[in-house]
T-cell receptor, first 113, second 115 residues
């Protein structure tokens, strides 16, 4: 079965640069979530979108923005990167009618030098 | 915000042993989920629980949704080497048609299985 697709899998950036992560949800899923996971940490919720509208906001820095497009894929844009932004970024998707069942992608590992 | 206390933080067990881990919260959740994460991979959903008191099995895994809606446990029976990984509990405060569907995660239980 098709899963959540994230790209790129690995990304290396310098401080103050920008980065964009992409997420393609499972077909027919209408909700996308972004999580950040630091080394040895649990995933922290950043932001979510339902039907292309922001549905919930967590601990997303002001330097980050995200959107969901008409084909339901989502992009997380990160600007003025800091060393502390180095982490695994996960996208998850769900069908609004399926409460609880969030399915995660394999993640994008961002390294800021 | 809501916080989940997951214990134990880590476990070292012999292959064939049973494992138990749990999560508690200071506030209620409407849904409890258990995920497994292996290094460099995304969390994989193991079990989802939707009703207080619900007991659900998935192969050698059994999980329960606490009656108070503030806790959940996960048991793994007859552990095998491929059970190695980090197990996360997650709570969801969602209700029909509205509410927050995002998950709050516990800190994880790192499981090591000695062959």
């Amino acid at each position: 079965a098709a899963g959540v697709i994230q790209s790129p899998r690995h990304l290396i950036k310098e401080k103050r640069e920008t980065a964009t992560l992409k997420c393609y949800p499972i077909p027919r899923h209408d909700t996308v979530y972004w999580y950040q996971q630091g080394p040895g940490q649990d995933p922290q919720f950043l932001i979510s979108f339902y039907e292309k509208m922001q549905s919930d906001k967590g601990s997303i820095p002001d330097r980050f923005s995200a959107q969901q497009f008409s084909d339901y894929h989502s992009e997380l844009n990160m600007s003025s990167l800091e060393l502390g932004d180095s982490a695994l970024y996960f996208c998850a998707s769900s069908s609004r009618g399926q409460i609880g069942e969030l399915f995660f992608g394999e993640g994008s590992r961002l390294t800021v030098l | 915000g809501q916080q989940l206390n997951q214990s134990p933080q880590s476990m070292f067990i012999q292959e064939g042993e049973d494992v138990s881990m749990n999560c508690t919260s200071s506030s209620i959740f409407n849904t409890w989920l258990w995920y497994k994460q292996e290094p460099g991979e995304g969390p994989v959903l193991l079990i989802a629980l939707y009703k207080a008191g619900e007991l659900t099995s998935n192969g050698r895994l059994t999980a329960q949704f606490g009656i108070t809606r503030k806790d959940s446990f996960l048991n793994i029976s007859a552990s095998i080497p491929s059970d190695v990984g980090i197990y996360f509990c997650a709570g969801q405060l969602s209700y029909s048609g509205a509410g927050s569907y995002q998950l709050t995660f516990g800190k994880g239980t790192k499981l090591s299985v000695i062959p």
